[in-house]
């Protein structure tokens, strides 16, 4: 079992920057893939960003050159540096745990955090 669970969300002005954690606990696979998801309601949720257990990253178009993944290797801890916030980056942000592969569907995840709301006022 896999324990997830997020942290740093709140609200923000539009243009400025957040913050999300990721604190991993239980049993980590080894070279797994850890990434960021988020959904609005009413909506599907959809990957944001991702690191496999090569170490590469991967992000969705809209959040190219303002959001970076990073991953401290000796906790499993995972970040989310989000700048240049936009209103639609609005969405309950979740982390996701799944094979060394990659994560970029829903069905990829094996373990999924509570989630941290972020809200970008404009």
């Known amino acids: 079992q896999v324990q997830l669970k997020e942290s740093g969300g709140g609200s923000a002005q539009a243009g400025g920057s957040l913050r999300l954690s990721c604190a991993a606990s239980g049993y980590i696979y080894p070279r797994s893939s850890m990434g960021w998801f988020r959904q609005v309601p009413g909506e599907k949720r959809e990957v944001v960003a991702s690191i496999n257990g090569a170490g590469i990253t991967l992000y969705t178009d809209s959040v190219k050159g303002r959001f970076t993944i990073s991953q401290d290797s000796a906790d499993h801890t995972l970040y989310l540096e989000m700048n240049s916030l936009k209103p639609e980056d609005t969405a309950m942000y979740y982390c996701?745990?799944?094979?060394?592969?990659?994560?970029?569907?829903?069905?990829?995840?094996?373990?999924w955090g509570q989630g941290t709301q972020v809200t970008v006022s404009s």
């Open positions: 996701a745990h799944g094979p060394p592969g990659g994560l970029s569907t829903i069905p990829d995840v094996w373990y």
